[in-house]
């Protein structure tokens, strides 16, 4: 449920209500670029994209993915929404951040994007042709050209590394949301990263994992990913600022 400027409460606990008469589960985030699940889920696909573009092999990036929860890995889920358009937010994104005067760099993902688009024309699953290739019989498959292209023989990571990338880039992004005030609840976080999302049920959502990983952890493992891989894992200020609390708790505004 998205909240405007000048919605009333009276108004949000109207609709409130009414979502929960058609069986829903209702969040209330206000209103953002990505509001909350769709942006905490871009960067999900967004790390599996860039994972490829560093030579892993892709059947271990879904699988990881898989491994750690997530109904979906990223790289088939990137072909269900679409490659073009994924590529499309990555775009706006970009524009967006270079209209408000924000320091904008281009998502390492972006590459393989535009190649896929450009170069080997594979849009995705619309198309039978993605990541993955759809037979019109049978079960998809990964596009065989991809290991050719991306992936490196002698390219080593380990597995958990790959799996603590791609739960880490969600966890850091759904805490920038909450310190920017675009979702103002522990709890709004946790329902709207499982049930909106998929993110690893068993974790009990965003800020649970983190709760449960110990904060002052956490905000080590972000840094060691940090250094490796990029800022994008760097922990939010409002995550560092209870490095000594033994739960995450959102400030009173």
Same mark, same amino acid.
């Given at each position: @449920? *998205?909240?405007?400027?000048?919605?009333?409460?009276?108004?949000?606990?109207?609709?409130?209500?009414?979502?929960?008469?058609?069986?829903?589960?209702?969040?209330? %985030?206000?209103?953002?670029?990505?509001?909350?699940?769709?942006? %905490?889920?871009?960067?999900? #696909?967004?790390?599996?994209?860039?994972?490829?573009?560093?030579?892993?092999?892709?059947?271990?990036?879904?699988?990881?993915?898989?491994?750690?929860? @997530?109904?979906?890995?990223?790289?088939?889920?990137?072909?269900?929404?679409? *490659?073009?358009?994924?590529?499309?937010?990555?775009?706006?994104?970009?524009?967006?951040?270079?209209?408000?005067?924000?320091?904008?760099?281009?998502?390492?993902?972006?590459?393989?994007?535009?190649? @896929?688009?450009?170069?080997?024309?594979?849009?995705?699953?619309?198309?039978?042709?993605?990541?993955?290739?759809?037979?019109?019989?049978?079960?998809?498959?990964?596009?065989?050209?991809?290991?050719?292209?991306?992936?490196?023989?002698?390219?080593? #990571?380990?597995?958990?590394? #790959?799996?603590?990338?791609?739960?880490?880039?969600?966890?850091?992004?759904?805490?920038?949301?909450?310190?920017?005030? %675009?979702?103002?609840? $522990?709890?709004?976080?946790? *329902?709207?990263? %499982?049930?909106?999302?998929?993110?690893?049920?068993?974790?009990?959502? $965003?800020?649970?994992?983190?709760?449960?990983?110990?904060?002052a952890g956490f905000i080590e493992r972000s840094h060691e990913l940090a250094q490796?891989?990029?800022?994008?894992?760097?922990?939010?200020?409002?995550?560092?600022?209870?490095?000594?609390?033994?739960?995450?708790?959102?400030?009173?505004?």
């Amino acid at each position: @449920m *998205i909240k405007g400027a000048k919605t009333s409460q009276e108004t949000l606990a109207k609709a409130f209500d009414f979502v929960i008469q058609l069986g829903k589960v209702p969040i209330v %985030v206000n209103d953002s670029r990505g509001f909350f699940t769709s942006r %905490v889920f871009s960067t999900f #696909i967004s790390e599996g994209v860039t994972l490829l573009s560093e030579g892993i092999y892709p059947w271990t990036i879904d699988r990881a993915a898989t491994d750690t929860g @997530m109904p979906i890995g990223p790289l088939a889920i990137t072909d269900e929404i679409s *490659i073009r358009l994924f590529k499309e937010i990555l775009d706006q994104q970009l524009q967006d951040q270079q209209a408000s005067g924000k320091e904008a760099s281009e998502h390492p993902a972006y590459a393989v994007l535009s190649q @896929m688009l450009d170069e080997f024309k594979r849009p995705g699953k619309a198309a039978r042709k993605g990541f993955y290739d759809y037979p019109t019989n049978g079960k998809k498959t990964f596009w065989p050209e991809l290991k050719n292209h991306y992936s490196q023989a002698d390219k080593q #990571i380990d597995f958990n590394e #790959i799996k603590d990338r791609l739960l880490f880039a969600q966890i850091c992004e759904a805490l920038r949301a909450i310190e920017e005030g %675009v979702i103002k609840s $522990v709890e709004d976080a946790n *329902i709207g990263s %499982v049930f909106g999302i998929g993110f690893a049920p068993w974790s009990g959502g $965003v800020v649970q994992f983190v709760n449960a990983y110990g904060i002052a952890g956490f905000i080590e493992r972000s840094h060691e990913l940090a250094q490796r891989y990029g800022d994008r894992f760097l922990p939010p200020t409002i995550l560092k600022d209870q490095i000594s609390n033994t739960r995450f708790e959102i400030p009173a505004s």
